[in-house]
C-alpha cells in the first residue's frame, strides 16, 4: 500500500505490488514479457519476430488505456536487440509513468468522486 498526497494535504491509498505498480495493471500476457522495477518502469516485450514483439505492445498498451481510463504516458520506446543464443532477438520496452503504472489517476479520479457534494 502506498499513498497519492492530493492537492488539499489529503492522502490517497494506492494497492501496490511488490514491484510498485498497482495490483491491477493488466501484465503482459505472454511469459517472456514483463514490468521491471526501475524508475522509469519499462515494460518489456521479447520475441524473435518484431511484428510479434510490437503486437503484443500495442494490445497491453490498449488493455492498460482502458484499465486506466485515460491514455498512458510513455515516456520512449526502447528497441534492442539480444544475439546471444536461445534469447529472443528483439527487446521492445515501453519506458512508462510510473504513476500510471501505479494506478494513481483512478485513485484521484475514485478520490474526486467520493468528495464531490451529495457523494458519500
Known amino acids: 500500500m502506498s499513498e497519492l498526497a492530493s492537492d488539499n494535504t489529503e492522502s490517497i491509498a494506492l494497492h501496490l505490488d511488490e514491484a510498485g505498480v498497482s495490483v491491477d495493471l493488466p501484465r503482459p500476457a505472454h511469459a517472456g514479457d ?3 522495477g526501475v524508475p522509469y518502469r519499462p515494460v518489456e516485450f521479447r520475441d524473435d519476430d ?3 514483439a510490437l503486437e503484443r505492445a500495442a494490445s497491453w498498451l490498449r488493455r492498460t488505456q482502458e484499465w486506466l481510463g485515460e491514455p498512458v504516458d510513455v515516456i520512449a520506446i526502447h528497441l534492442d536487440y539480444d544475439d546471444g543464443e536461445n534469447r529472443p532477438y528483439y527487446d521492445v520496452k515501453l519506458l512508462c509513468n510510473e504513476e500510471d ?8 479520479r475514485e478520490h474526486v468522486a467520493k468528495s464531490a457534494p451529495g457523494q458519500g
Open 34 to 36: 514483463q514490468v521491471q
Open 50 to 52: 518484431l511484428p510479434t
Open 101 to 108: 503504472l501505479a494506478g494513481a489517476p483512478i485513485a484521484l
